[in-house]
């Protein structure tokens, strides 16, 4: 998209190394995706070294974090809405209880960014078609950074997560909503929901420069599919 490699770190590698986020990883970006895919149960928590070089480096103009807590499946002790859940988004290789993106989620809270990610939800899908997810319900008066110019939808997958918001201030945003599949019941649609949180932006706000966009990271993987409108939002995120 921009003509550079795209360095990838993993903060804790598959042989136990560590890589934190500071000045080593951070000099040289002015965008940064950090997923949230990290089970809960590994207990990764940003140390309070890694959340001010992000402060810092998000002070610096022109600068993007890109970040997504992962879906948040079967988060209660109830054991039939964790049954629903699952019977809803429908994979068979996610259990009942999967909780994922403590890392990220922390990393927003510590940067006073009010999002949580809740639930998996299966995404609605074109009439007549089995993964071509519908077209967003995107707020376009709010996305004044223009990241949805020429965007009609994002990609289908099985369970995405809601980025609900925990305080209306202003300080995050959401720019699009996309619709529940309602074929298959679940806690959110039983309360009168249709929709969910796809993506969340928080503009600079104090001495913070940089701006913050919340979004899954399945929607940057081409193995869920990938067309001309998502390649936009992509070159959107980097221009």
């Known amino acids: 998209m921009t003509g550079h490699a795209v360095p990838v770190f993993q903060r804790v590698d598959q042989a136990g190394f560590a890589q934190p986020l500071d000045e080593r990883v951070l000099d040289d970006v002015d965008t940064l995706f950090l ?52 019977a809803h988004h429908g994979d068979l290789l996610v259990p009942r209880q999967q909780r994922f993106g403590a890392y990220a989620l922390a990393i927003l809270h510590a940067l006073g960014i009010p999002v949580e990610n809740r639930y998996a939800l299966r995404p609605a899908v074109r009439e007549g078609t089995r993964d071509k997810i519908v077209p967003l319900n995107a707020f376009r008066d709010v996305d004044t950074k223009g990241i949805l110019d020429g965007v009609e939808s994002l990609n289908f997958h099985m369970h995405l997560p809601h980025y609900a918001l925990t305080r209306d201030d202003g300080t995050a945003r959401v720019l699009a ?63």
């Not at 969340?200 to 990271?217: E, L, T």
Request: glycine share 8%; proline share 5%; hydrophobic share 40%.
């Open 35 to 86: 997923f949230g895919l990290d089970h809960n149960v590994t207990g990764q928590m940003p140390a309070d070294a890694e959340i001010e070089a992000v402060r810092a480096w998000l002070r610096r103009e022109g600068t993007r974090l890109v970040i997504g807590p992962h879906h948040d499946v079967g988060a209660t002790d109830d054991m039939e809405q964790r049954a629903m859940e699952y």
């Open 177 to 239: 909503k996309q619709a529940i599949d309602l074929s298959r019941p679940h806690p959110m649609t039983l309360s009168g929901e249709t929709e969910f949180n796809t993506l969340v932006w928080a503009p600079p706000a104090g001495d913070r420069a940089g701006d913050v966009v919340i979004c899954d990271s399945t929607v940057f993987s081409t193995l869920f599919g990938a067309d001309e409108s998502l390649e936009r939002f992509w070159k959107n995120l980097v221009s």
